[in-house]
Each structure stands twice: as structure tokens, then as C-alpha cells.
């Protein structure tokens, strides 16, 4: 086990470090969920400073949930030239090299999360500091697994490019609004409200909305563990599977 | 640095390797050994078979059928351990290109299990002999072709495999750097007795560097013996002769065994180079000088036109056409 968390964060480091090298791609990415609250919170009716608390952890999870499903998009690039290919040959673990390159994708947004929380805090938002690191916790298991499926619709992809992006663009939207993230899905039509419940991104939604606010113990928080570890799971089964049948 | 394993007596050995991609059988069947520390090249056109041999002997792709065991280890059943012990430098670049050399030589020996000290002592060390002090801290996209295969290499030696498969290594190179790279090779394997295995559709590359040709076609070896025995094997040596007039070419054919065409007289013979000026004398003393002289040693190219009736040169054409420079 220590080898696969040794594994992992060779493989994380690698990712971050033309990153940490060149910050300014970062800092303009961080910016952009921050005016993206600024312009939508105000269309929501007001209910004296409770909209944030529904809504920060609804932002924070579309931040991680855009940022890991492009896992797959520099996996594109370095399949076509080679790197990938000498990756495979070493005796990385497989899981790490999805977990790996998933973190690289979700921890830069945590710190985004971060300082989306500080700057809310003026404006009455409130949240409770162990639920909402374990809020994280669940996010991040949601988010590596939607990494590796990502990894594994790049390898899929491999000389169509197109088919990464068509896949990944299709299915981001109808997730995110299906889960309740930006609008309530309580007042919606029936159908609508089945959808999303078949959806585990609602869940992980709710879960978060919990945890932010302290309600550790709940049902919610259950359902998005489960929900989590569930597409954790798949999505590491399938990007392992996906790696050895590669060719 | 990896233990050296002296216990396996064939580094590779595979039985009946074969691979099939729906319906293309791009490897059908193959029996190879190799002992530590021979330095083997697998020749043949594009599509012959080779990369995707090497693919499964790296532990890239399941076998579709047959067994191979590399370094002592099993490519399916043991991956781990034949991913220890071997060193890949694909066709493509290793490198990522938004990253810096160092740092992927660091990475790839922490991916090896090297401690970050050792590390990044052996990317120090790396960089040095590969003479890519001046570039290593550069992005990888800036890099030349040739310095992008220098850094390459460096990648595939982090660990010191006893075992090194190169997948085309000079193509898209320029003839000074193809020869640089080739010194680079030869002088690793002087120093470390590390087996090499590499695939080329370069015939002087084979020629001049292995001391074993395997000559692979649709998806079959069909030769494998050292350049000079397949060259005396398969088509040996010619000496050409030129006369100053017909009748002297008429009359050294019947001195001579030879096939006549005009004033040309064209000999098949083994040992050529040692032979001719005997043959020159002997013509003299019968009254039939010759004029000219050539001496013609069979190049890799005629083996493999005997072998299968193609031209390789045909099928390596294309790839000359990229040249990269430094």
C-alpha cells in the first residue's frame, strides 16, 4: 500500500510540476469560479445570506467536477507523442497513474476551494471546518473516479480526439445540471426529479451541502460516501482494464 | 542501480509468440532467444512485425497467443518484475513536452523506486554523458530532435537495465546524429555488458552495430545469423570485370567461371577482396588483361531481396524523408 501512495505521488508530482513552474495558468483559473459566483448569486432569490450556504458547496463541486473530467484531455497530447507509452513500461501500479493524475486535476481546485470559502466569508457565509474537510474527502474520491473514466475515454480516444471531447462535453452538462448544483431539482417535474436520483453526482451534491454545514451524521453524508466510493471504484476498474487491453 | 540477475541463462525466450489485430496477423509465431548480453537487431519494412514484438516483449500489449519470458520473468504473468528489469526508448519521445528534461529524468527514476536523492544524482550523471547539460533545463518542446533523443535514452539507462529495447531509435534522425546515438549505444553496452535489442529498418544500423541480424517479415523470422554470414550465406561476393575489347572478355570467360555481358564479366565467388588481385594476375598470364576492376560485397539490402524478393529500401524511404536537425 505505502508503494501505491509512493507510486501516486511520483506520478502527481510529475503532473503539477510544469504547473508549479508556470503559475499564472492557475491563478487565472482560480479567478474564474470567484466571477462566476459574483454574476449568479444575485439572480437568486434572496433568503438573507442562506443562498451562499446552498450555493458555495454547489460551485465547488462544479469546479472539481470540470477540472477532473479534463484528466483525460493532456493524457491525449502525451499518448500521441510517446510519453504515455514509456509511463505504461515503468513499474508505476496502474491505479496510481489514474489517481495520480486525477489529484493533479482535484487539489489545485481545493485550493480554489478555499479561496472561494474566504472570500464568501464577508458576505455571511458560514460553514463548519471538520465537516468541510471531509466534505473534501468525499469530493476527491468522486472526482478520481470520474479522473480515471476520463483517462480511460482518453485511451479510448486515442487518434479521435474529436470522440474525447464530444463524449466528455455530452455528458458533463446533463451531470451537473441533474444533480442540483446551480438551480434546485426539488420543485422540477417528476422526471426530472427520477433522473437526478439516478445520478450519483446528486448525492456527493447533497452530501457536501451537509457537511459544509456541520450535519456530519447524516443520511446525506452517507448517501454521498457511497455515492463516492462506488464511482471511485468503477472508474479505477475500468481505467486499469482499459490500460492493459490498450494498444 | 538494478542487481544485475546472472542466474537466467536467455534473457528473452519466447515460444510461438503471436499477436493478431482482428484480422492482420501482425506477428505469427515467434521462437527467439536471446543470451544476456547480445546486442540483437530485428530487421524488416514497416508493418513487418517488429514494433509490435518488441510491444509485447515490454509488457505494452498481451500476446494474442505463445509465451515469453523476459529477463527470467513472465510478460503477462509477472509484469512487475519484467518492468524492473528492462529499459524502453519507444519510436515516439518519451518526454513529455511541457515538462523540463531533469525533471522527467527524476520522475522516471523516482518511478523506478529510486530514492529523490539517487535520483536525481543518476539524472545529474545522465545529463552529463549525454551531453544535454546545456538543454536539461529547458521545456522539452524547445529541444532538437536529436536532443529530444538524447534525453529519451537518458530515460530508458535512469534505472541501469540489464535489458534495453530500442523501437527505431534513429529514425527521423540526421545521418551525424544517427551516428552519434549509435556511439552513445555501443559504448553503453561496452561499459555495462547491458543486452540490447533493437528494431531497425536502417540496414547499415544493422550492419554496423549488431553482431546479430534477425531478419523479421510478415510477422515471421525468416533469417537470423550474424550480417557477414548472412551476407555470405544468402548472396556472397561478386567481382565485376571490365575488358577492353569483347574478344578479351570472351576469352577470360573461358578461363574464369563467369556470366559474360559485352565487355563485362561478372563473377560470383566467395572471399572476393582476398581473390582479386590473384584473379588479375591469372588473366595477364593468360593473355586477357582486364581494364577494370570492381569489387562488389553484398549489402543487407541484397540479403533481404533474396530473402523475400522486396526491396527494404522501399519501405524505409519514407521515414528518410523526415530529417530532423540538430
Known amino acids: 500500500m505505502t508503494t501505491l501512495i509512493a507510486d501516486t505521488s511520483t506520478v502527481f508530482s510529475r503532473e503539477l510540476r510544469p504547473l508549479l513552474r508556470d503559475p499564472f495558468t492557475i491563478i487565472f483559473s482560480m479567478v474564474q469560479p470567484l466571477v462566476f459566483l459574483a454574476l449568479f448569486t444575485p439572480l437568486l432569490p434572496d433568503e438573507g445570506g442562506r443562498q451562499l450556504q446552498w450555493f458555495v458547496p454547489g460551485i465547488i463541486v462544479m469546479s472539481c467536477l470540470f477540472a477532473c473530467s479534463m484528466t483525460g484531455s493532456n493524457l491525449l497530447f502525451e499518448i500521441q507523442t510517446g510519453s504515455h507509452e514509456r509511463m505504461l513500461v515503468t513499474p508505476l501500479r496502474r491505479p496510481a497513474l489514474l489517481i495520480g493524475r486525477a489529484l493533479k486535476e482535484i487539489v489545485p481546485m481545493f485550493a480554489q476551494a478555499a479561496l472561494i470559502v474566504v472570500v464568501c466569508l464577508p458576505f455571511g457565509f458560514r460553514f463548519d471546518l471538520l465537516g468541510a474537510v471531509i466534505g473534501l474527502v468525499v469530493l476527491g474520491a468522486f472526482c478520481i473516479g470520474l479522473g480515471a473514466l476520463s483517462y480511460t475515454l482518453a485511451l479510448a480516444s486515442k487518434n479521435q480526439e474529436w470522440l474525447f471531447w464530444t463524449v466528455q462535453q455530452t455528458l458533463l452538462f446533463p451531470l451537473l445540471l441533474l444533480a442540483g448544483v446551480l438551480l434546485p431539482i426539488d420543485d422540477g417535474p417528476g422526471w426530472l426529479r427520477a433522473l437526478a436520483a439516478g445520478n450519483p453526482l446528486s448525492y456527493v451534491v447533497d452530501a457536501e451541502r451537509s457537511l459544509f454545514n456541520g450535519d456530519i451524521w447524516s443520511s446525506s453524508t452517507f448517501g454521498g460516501v457511497i455515492a463516492a466510493s462506488v464511482v471511485a471504484a468503477i472508474g479505477l476498474s475500468a481505467g486499469v482494464r482499459a490500460m492493459r487491453r490498450s494498444d | ?326
Open chain 2, 1 to 326: 542501480m538494478a542487481a544485475k540477475i546472472n542466474s537466467v541463462d536467455h534473457m528473452i525466450e519466447t515460444r510461438g509468440l503471436t499477436k493478431h489485430f482482428k484480422d492482420v496477423r501482425a506477428v505469427d509465431g515467434i521462437d527467439l532467444s536471446v543470451r544476456p548480453g547480445e546486442l540483437v537487431a530485428l530487421l524488416g519494412p514497416n508493418g513487418a512485425g517488429k514494433s509490435t514484438t518488441l510491444r509485447m516483449l515490454t509488457t505494452l500489449i498481451p500476446p494474442t497467443a505463445g509465451t515469453a519470458t523476459v529477463a527470467g520473468f513472465d510478460v503477462v504473468r509477472q509484469q512487475r518484475e519484467v518492468r524492473l528489469r528492462i529499459g524502453y526508448i519507444g519510436q515516439g519521445n518519451g518526454a513529455g513536452h511541457s515538462q523540463r528534461g531533469r525533471d522527467e529524468l527524476i520522475s522516471q527514476g523516482r518511478a523506478y523506486g529510486l530514492s529523490v536523492h539517487d535520483a536525481r544524482a543518476r539524472a545529474a550523471e545522465l545529463i552529463e554523458s549525454l551531453g544535454l547539460a546545456e538543454v536539461a533545463d529547458r521545456r522539452v518542446s524547445s529541444l532538437s530532435g536529436g536532443q529530444r533523443r538524447r534525453l529519451d535514452i537518458a530515460m530508458g539507462l535512469i534505472h541501469s537495465p540489464e535489458l534495453l529495447f530500442l523501437d527505431e531509435p534513429s529514425t527521423g534522425l540526421d545521418p551525424q546524429n544517427r551516428a552519434n546515438l549509435q556511439e552513445h549505444i555501443l559504448a553503453l553496452r561496452a561499459r555495462h555488458e547491458t543486452t540490447i535489442v533493437l528494431t531497425t529498418h536502417y540496414l547499415d544500423e544493422a550492419d554496423s552495430m549488431a553482431e546479430r541480424v534477425i531478419v523479421v517479415d510478415h510477422g515471421r523470422i525468416i533469417a537470423d545469423d550474424s550480417p557477414a554470414r548472412l551476407k555470405a550465406l544468402e548472396v556472397g561476393d561478386h567481382i565485376l570485370l571490365g575488358f577492353s575489347s569483347e574478344s578479351d572478355a570472351v576469352g577470360a570467360a573461358g578461363v574464369l567461371q563467369g556470366e559474360r555481358v559485352g565487355r563485362q564479366l561478372r563473377l560470383n565467388l566467395p572471399d572476393a577482396p582476398r581473390r582479386a588481385p590473384g584473379i588479375l594476375d591469372d588473366l595477364r598470364a593468360a593473355g586477357y588483361p582486364a581494364a577494370e576492376i570492381e569489387v562488389i560485397r553484398p549489402t543487407l539490402d541484397d540479403v533481404f531481396l533474396r530473402l523475400t524478393g522486396r526491396s527494404l529500401r522501399e519501405g524505409g524511404a519514407a521515414a528518410d524523408k523526415e530529417l530532423v536537425e540538430v
